[in-house]
C-alpha cells in the first residue's frame, strides 16, 4: 500500500535520512522504533511531504506521491496523529472531531463521529468539554478520533504513547489493534519498543537515519540486539 524507497531528507544541508526503504502492506500494523533523534518523526513527515524527500520515492497504491502537496496527500486516505497530539484546546470535542471531517460531507461526518463514539465512549461522554481541560489520555483519544474523522485507509501515529500511564497506553494500544481488525492500516513510531513490537506485524529499527533491522514483530521481540538497545537487555 506504501512503499517508502530508498529516501533521503534534508534539514538544510543536514541529511536527517540516509536511504531508509519501508513497506507497508494493505490491513497491516507496522512499527517503527528508534532512539530520541534517530529520525522517526522526520520519516511519517516525509510521507506527507512536508519536508518532501530530496532522493528516493514515496509510492501510495502504486501512486508516486513524493513531490505533491501535503494538502493532496492528506486526501489520499491518509490520516497523520502528530506527536504531542497538537489538538485544538480552545475548542471542544466535538468541533475538534468536526475539523478532522474538513474535507467530508455532513452525513459521512456524522457517521465518521458515531464510529468514533463508538471507539471511545469517553470522547461523546465530553462531547462539549473544552479539549485543552481533558487529561492527556483523553487529548490523545481526540487526537485519533480527529484522525478517523476522515475516514483514512492509512492511520499514521507518532508516538502515541508519549508520556502517558500504563493503563491507558494499554487502552490506547487495544484501540489501534481494533482499527487493524476493522481493515485499517497503521503505521505506529514508538519509543515503547515492547509494545509496539507486540501489537506490530511488522517492525523497523531506525537509527540514526538508517534501518538497521526489520523483521516480523514476534521475531523482533526476541532479537538480541533489539532487547539489548530498546527492550532493557
Ligand atoms: P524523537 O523521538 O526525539 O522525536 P525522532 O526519531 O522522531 O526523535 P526526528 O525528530 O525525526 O527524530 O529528528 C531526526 C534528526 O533531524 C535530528 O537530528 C533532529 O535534530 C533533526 N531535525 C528534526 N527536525 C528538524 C528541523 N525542523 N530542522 C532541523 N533539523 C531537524
Redesign the pocket.
Known amino acids: 500500500m506504501l512503499i517508502l524507497e530508498d529516501i533521503h531528507t534534508h534539514?538544510?544541508k543536514?541529511e536527517?535520512l540516509h536511504g531508509v526503504s519501508v513497506e507497508i502492506n494493505e490491513g497491516e500494523i507496522v512499527s517503527l522504533i528508534?532512539?530520541?533523534?534517530?529520525?522517526?518523526?522526520?520519516?511519517l513527515?516525509t510521507v506527507c511531504g512536508a519536508?518532501q524527500a530530496s532522493a528516493g520515492r514515496v509510492v501510495l497504491d502504486g501512486r508516486d506521491i513524493t513531490k505533491e502537496p501535503t494538502s493532496q496527500i492528506m486526501r489520499s486516505g491518509i490520516a497523520i496523529v502528530p506527536?504531542g497530539r497538537r489538538i485544538f484546546s480552545g475548542l471542544t470535542v466535538k468541533e475538534n472531531l468536526h475539523m478532522g471531517g474538513f474535507f467530508n460531507t455532513k452525513s459521512e461526518i456524522r457517521k465518521s463521529q458515531e464510529h468514533v463514539y463508538e471507539l471511545f465512549p469517553r470522547l461523546k461522554e465530553r462531547e462539549s468539554q473544552r479539549a485543552g481541560t481533558m487529561s492527556g489520555g483523553e487529548q490523545q483519544m481526540l487526537a485519533i478520533g480527529r484522525a478517523l474523522m476522515s475516514k483514512p485507509r492509512l492511520i499514521i501515529l507518532?508516538?502515541p504513547s508519549l508520556g502517558l500511564a500504563p493503563l491507558i497506553i494499554k487502552q490506547i494500544f487495544e484501540i489501534i489493534g481494533k482499527l487493524r481488525d476493522e481493515g485499517m492500516t497503521v503505521f505506529l513510531?514508538e519509543?515503547n519498543a515492547h509494545q509496539a513490537l507486540n501489537l506490530a506485524d511488522r517492525g523497523y529499527v531506525?537509527e540514526t537515519?538508517r534501518i538497521r533491522l526489520h523483521d516480523t514483530g514476534a521475531n523482533l521481540l526476541v532479537n538480541p540486539q533489539v532487547r539489548e538497545a530498546y527492550l532493557g537487555g
Open positions: 534539514y538544510g543536514i536527517a528508534g532512539a530520541n533523534g534517530a529520525g522517526k518523526t522526520t520519516l513527515m519536508p506527536e507518532d508516538e513510531v519509543q531506525l537515519g
